[in-house]
């Protein structure tokens, strides 16, 4: 690959000023909506590190690299010694033509090994089997005074990738980076920091924390309709600018989330027609947890294996979280032949996917309608719980024997926290059945109800959300 096609995707080579003009750093100057993902502190640029930033595609990971690179231009850095690589540009390159083009880059800029360098390398599991071309690289001894960051929009490929570069990352601990939508708490952070900014944050969302809880009630007010725009928009930077702003989503934003995970699925090797018969059986069945089995039956996509290849790999691609039962009710044992949950990993994609796999003309309308009904708008919440618990302890499930229990959260020395999800106005003893005969003690997350009585509390979600990291 020639220099000036590199140059095309590096214009700062030219004018350092001309960052400035790249549409994802005029994107961001422009939004109302100020994210600045906290992530970004745990990069090194300094060091000799190879970092993975893994998330879905369209959350702001080529953002968050353009932003990198406009920092060092700051710093002036000769403009040069910056390079940008989207792979998805690159066309159908082997992991082999790709070492061959950094090495070329490499090899035109260093004048002396004292000269660091800063490679960014944009959707690189679009080039098959790349970390053989990274590793290549490291063992020749080329990426020596070299910051190097990859991202991918494929969270198994990536992970498998890094592990096939053991030793040659260098010395940090946090070198696995996982940038998703925004939670509840970073879109508050985002759109009304003033509140944000006062509210506590929980260090394990345990009981002991009620105080916490009723600080954060003084804020209901804000909260509240701040928590009914997220279930509509979720917390891609997109989505969530046009609802600020105008209220509304326009369709093409629903397409773009839509067919990034499309594609990634496609690049997985998945057909788009037997994704959307299994869609539209999720979103029509609503049952959860369900088995493969069930799903493979009933969606016409015929194995249960086949099923699960596709819930699997659109997990990978970031569309949602596989919850599994747990085998006993205070220790974390992962039964895999019982049925599975899935939450969503965004209220957005939620709506995307639903509106596309049923066909509905206007998704935006079909969206506020679906919110309408009581009984959908629980579906959504107790899916929105449970992608906010997966993001921030690893270890979740769900309970089921004689009664079941929503969410059950394995925290370090053996303790278990259970989660109901109950979202309506009025909660009585009867919801609390099955906290009561399991665990003695819990939490049930409500629309607006809170009661701190015995052992199980009550608290408005959009209340335990917003104490959440």
């Known amino acids: ?112 090994e004292s000269s660091r360098l800063y490679l960014f390398i944009d959707e690189i599991n679009f ?79 345990s009981l002991e924390e009620v105080a916490k809880i009723r600080e954060a009630l003084i804020y209901s007010s804000h909260l509240y309709p701040l928590f009914d725009n997220y279930l509509r928009s979720g917390g891609f930077p997109i989505s969530a600018s046009e609802v600020s702003v105008h209220g509304s989503i326009p369709m093409y934003v629903f397409n773009i989330y839509k067919d990034a995970i499309i594609s990634d699925l496609q690049h997985m090797g998945r057909k788009e027609t037997l994704f959307r018969d299994l869609l539209s059986w999720i979103f029509n069945q609503r049952e959860n947890p369900f088995d493969w089995t069930t799903a493979a039956r009933e969606s016409g996509i015929g194995k249960h294996d086949t099923a699960r290849d596709y819930l699997e790999d659109a997990e990978s691609a970031f569309a949602w979280f596989i919850i599994y039962r747990s085998r006993n009710i205070s220790r974390f044992v992962r039964s895999l032949r019982s049925p599975k949950k899935l939450v969503f990993m965004d209220p957005f994609i939620f709506h995307s996917l639903r509106t596309w796999s049923l066909g509905y003309s206007n998704p935006w309308e079909a969206t506020i309608q679906f919110l309408q009904d009581p009984y959908n708008l629980g579906y959504l919440v107790e899916s929105v719980v449970g992608s906010h618990l997966k993001r921030r302890f690893s270890n979740l499930a769900y309970w089921r024997n004689k009664l079941e229990i929503d969410f059950l959260v394995f925290r370090e020395g053996g303790k278990v926290l259970p989660i109901e999800v109950k979202y309506q106005t009025r909660v009585g003893p009867r919801n609390q059945r099955a906290i009561h005969s399991t665990l003695k003690s819990g939490i049930i997350l409500t629309r607006n109800f809170t009661a701190f009585d015995d052992q199980v509390i009550s608290v408005p979600t959009p209340i335990f959300l917003s104490l959440l990291e």
């Open 1 to 112: 690959m020639s220099l000036e096609r590199l140059g095309r995707q590096n214009p700062w080579w030219e004018n350092a000023e001309l960052i400035n003009n790249d549409p994802h750093i005029v994107a961001r100057d422009q939004s109302p909506l100020k994210w600045s993902p906290e992530i970004r502190l745990k990069i090194k640029t300094e060091a000799d590190l190879i970092y993975a930033l893994r998330g879905p595609r369209q959350v702001g990971k080529t953002t968050l690299l353009k932003s990198l690179i406009r920092n060092l231009l700051r710093k002036k850095i000769n403009p040069r010694r910056i390079i940008y690589i989207d792979c998805e540009r690159l066309g159908s390159l082997n992991y082999l033509e790709l070492s061959e083009v950094i090495e070329g880059y490499l090899n035109w800029i260093r004048t002396s």
């Open 127 to 205: 080039i098959k089997d790349w970390a053989i071309g990274i590793k290549i690289l490291a063992d020749a001894g080329s990426l020596r005074n070299v910051f190097l960051i990859v991202t991918g929009s494929h969270a198994i490929d990536i992970k498998r990738g890094m592990e096939r570069l053991p030793g040659r990352r260098g010395k940090e601990g946090s070198l696995d980076l996982l940038l998703l939508p925004m939670s509840f708490r970073e879109y508050l952070s985002a759109l009304a920091p003033e509140i944000e900014a006062k509210l506590p944050q929980f260090e394990t969302a």
